[in-house]
């Protein structure tokens, strides 16, 4: 019985690990290779235009979200949702999250993600001020 449950235990801990690591030759944000970050660590955004929104992970990180076609409300909401399409967690190119926008015609829209870019701190800044 003992043998049983270490093995349930091992199995488990095992799947969370691979859970909360980013796809095979992707990495999180701060290391090499390609830039990845989830949905739960998103905790601002500011709205560029109606194709362009940045989401901001920690406490400087940024990256930019380019959409598919407009999203209409974006640059008027207080508030956004981010959601992984991946069928994952990660967040790492286009076509890997949508956008949930607060819309008071229709309830919400979804806008779909169709690039993902980790900007520098200088392209950050600049991106901000417009």
Known sequence: MDRTLTLAVATVALASCTYNQPPQGQ???????RQC??????????????????VRTGASTYYQLDILGTCPEIDFTTRVGIRSTSGGTWICRGHDAELIVPNPGR???RCPVLGVRLLTAEEAKAARAK
């Open 37 to 54: 970050f989830t949905a739960g660590q998103v905790n601002n955004f500011h709205a560029v235009d109606r194709n362009t929104v940045l």
């Open 107 to 109: 309830g919400f829209d």
């Open 27 to 33: 990495s999180a944000a701060g290391t090499s290779g």
